[in-house]
């Protein structure tokens, strides 16, 4: 999963754009992006054992539930995201300029690019890609992520910052008529592609740089929430105890109505509101900030690596019949063995100085 301005999915700003400078750094925000980015990956390890036994637990009910586990205590990571994406375009680090937006924006679209290639690449190589290489590479252009699923982010991401963007640059009196031209080819295009399928008959490739509404109301209420005071201590546990009651009825949504339960449901909104106000100018000790600094730097390009990772390894880790204590253990291996490398190969080439391809 922000931000507008940054250097990576996870971090979002780099220090000087992270707020105000009557705020200070926010720590906690990093902390909430780490978080984040180690959220997503768990919960696709929670997904790879939902794949495992069909999405169903008559396949394997150990399996079932842990990986059903995994991917409800994790539902919320891709919503904070957005919400983290607003405060940074609203509060944190509102652009400058037309050309401000269009860099935060190439910081996304370059990493996307590159690491569709290497997925693309990587599934032709094992004769796992979904169709005709070229084919996909086309329609990866245009927002069907396969097979680099993950990153349907970007598509969404991008337009939002786009649109908060411009909001914020006609409050300051400019006028960026290259973010409006952006934003009417977006707004443009499911139309305009629908209609050219239609009148040529040909095979055209689904638009998909879109942000929904969910994702706009998560980046303006987030903006609000995280732009609040700290929530006083002793109210902590309370949002901790209200998240464990969210994602009770997050599990029991997923298990009883819908799997993959959608973004935009309230459950995963509650969920979502709980943990923001259970971190929310949590004070960060000085000795750690350092190594908080270079893990939300690491972010992002963890994000679009570890899938090439999960996909290698976890036929290794997940097995429909394993039982309760086998099921949890091995979810927890293939974590670590996904989390470990994909931080560290990102660290490995920032210090490299390819995080501008990479993430």
Known sequence: MDSTSAQSLSRGGTAAEAGPASQGHRYDIDLLR???????????????????????ADGGRAVYWTGLFLDSVTSWAVPMYFAI????????APPRSGRTLRRRSLRMLVPVGVWSAVYLAWGRVRDTNEGPTSKLALEAVFGTVQPAYHLWYFY????????????MLLKAGQRPWGVVAALVV?????????DLARLTGWDVPRFGWQAGSYALVYAVVGALLLSLPATPRGHRGWWAAGAVAALA?????QDRVHFVIPNASVLVAALSVCVLFAVNGVRIPERIRPVLGRLTDAGLGAFMFHVLVLNAVAPWFVSAGRGWLGAAGAAAALAVVTLIPSFALSMLWGRLTLRRWLG
């Open 186 to 194: 977006v707004s443009a295009g499911p139309t305009a592609f629908s």
């Open 34 to 56: 780490v978080v984040c980015a180690c959220s997503v990956i768990v919960g696709h390890v929670g997904g790879a054992c939902m794949q495992a036994v069909d999405r169903s």
């Open 249 to 253: 009825a997050v599990l029991w949504s």
């Open 85 to 92: 994406a607003g405060w940074a375009v609203l509060v944190g």
């Open 156 to 167: 969404a991401h991008v337009p939002l910052i786009l649109l908060l963007g411009l909001v």
